[in-house]
């Protein structure tokens, strides 16, 4: 979603931002604007791409300190006005913000009686105002008394031209960090905008506010109060960060990541299984063998890719440990007044680990007592701060918006969970032998579904001719399927919607016609009679059909486009179906000439509400 970045140092701030700035292009955005403060505050803005925005700078913009933004569009449609930083009247004040202010409109009306003109439709441009008519001394105390009057969410970095050799950030539900170099800092709301520069961060605290000046770095509240928030050493390759080149080849960033699958999943693995005792071992947890046997049930927690593969480790835990699991959204969790239960393990899910509805689920969570586990990607992310111990998906920087390797990792890591809770319960030495055994497996299993990719290429420019399609499944294939319908109307902005397939003859069937395919999951189990059989009866009323089976499914005389994967163990399966979806999806995008990596309207870290 939008992306903050800022320098204050000794070299040039301008080619940083902008540099930071292109590192944030993947969190989805719909204009981008610098501020740099120099012998004058110089601020450009500018609705459309990064590129854009550097053709509209001045051949001379000159200073060692600013903030850049790239903006999704909340308040206001996308324009050079409604782009930031804004600033008051005068141009002393410049403002970047990610996040929703709440009570906007009542501000903006306060400003309007005091006869303030505002320029943009924006929720950000108040704060702006009303900084710079705080009568404060410092800088410090004029933010603390703006955001005392805000509602709502965010990370923000303000500049003063009064006050050159800082910036003040804040955050509250929004992530900010900084950055430590050598007479120099940055700062920014996701490491890809300054790990080329530093590995060295400090995250701030919700409620935390940051001095940032080329010498170092202060934290406080807001009463002025300090905190003892310190910088670490990250463990990072900077390299990961990279779009394209030598690391993951040239072209579109999510085809990469599909092929870094069995790689990543050899990470995600790597330590964490047991092959003489069948089970796995994740420290992290923070549970010891009595807590885990305590734990009666299994919430899983988790906003779009998260919450599917969060339902198809719903399956697994049920399946492996026979404890009562399911999934749901994280962004309607907390609105429903939950109930919280004392022995039940809440299991928060997110690649970046700064999901908003994600963290205020968790928070809500903790509020109430209750123990929440992160299953997140991101080292050192608001989730994995907040939650009482996790996993880490090591899944390396997933790039582009739609999710790929991380939901892979994903499913890994519920298999990590399930087999653990399993082992400690009824779980067989074999049974887990067998499991460990099919988890060491899928790398090469992955591999082989990649190298038949020529096969699904047609099959993709198919799917590209249909504007509205079906995908089915059932059981351990539902979720399987919702992730596959996700997958193909992030990036080619085609209709398609997910059923369970036996709730096709309530309802659903209707639609079906020859314009309206049906990509169909059918593995080798015991429901495989029950699903070809719904494959005829969409046959029957001239529905074309793609097939995601096992070689050992006889269709029959059902025509369908058929694809192959290799059989797992059955409690795996989904984790290879879902393979060939996201190569499904993205050659239809490619066969649009759609850009995969950005979808419109969409953002990689959702960090508002």
Known sequence: MCGIVGYVGTQQA???????????????YDSAGVAVLGTRMQVVKKAGRVQDLVEALPKRISGRLGVGHTRWATHGPASDVNAHPHTDAAGTVAVVHNGIIDNAAALRQRLVAAEVELVSDTDTEVIAHLVAASAADTLEGKIVDALTQVEGTYGLAVVHA?????????????????????????????????????????HLDDGELATITATGFTTFRQDLTRTATAAAAVEIDPSAYEYGGEEAGEGPRMYWEILEQPASIERTLRGRLDERFGTAHLGGLNLDPRELRAIRRVKILGCGSAYYVGQMGAGLVEELARVPADAEPASEFRYRNPIIEPDTLYVAVSQSGETIDTLLAVEEIKRKGGRVIGLVNVVGSAIARACDGGIYLHAGPEIAVASTKALTTMYVGFALLALQLGRVRDLSVADGKRLVAALQALPAQIEEIVKREGELTEVAGTLAEATSMFFVGRVRGYPVAREGAQKLKEITYRHAEAYQTSELKHGPLALISEEVPTVAIVPDDELTERNVAALHEIAARGGPLVVVTHPEVDLGDVRAARIDVPKSEAELDPILLTIPLQLLAYHAAATLGLDVDKPRNLAKSVTVE
């Open 162 to 202: 009064d006050f050159p050799d800082r910036i003040v950030a804040a955050r509250n539900g929004s992530p900010l960090l900084i950055g430590v170099g050598e007479k120099e800092m940055y700062l920014a709301s996701d490491l890809a905008a300054l790990v080329r520069h530093t590995t060295t961060v400090a």
């Open 14 to 28: 301008a080619p940083l931002l902008i540099e930071g700035l292109g590192r944030l292009e993947h969190r989805g």
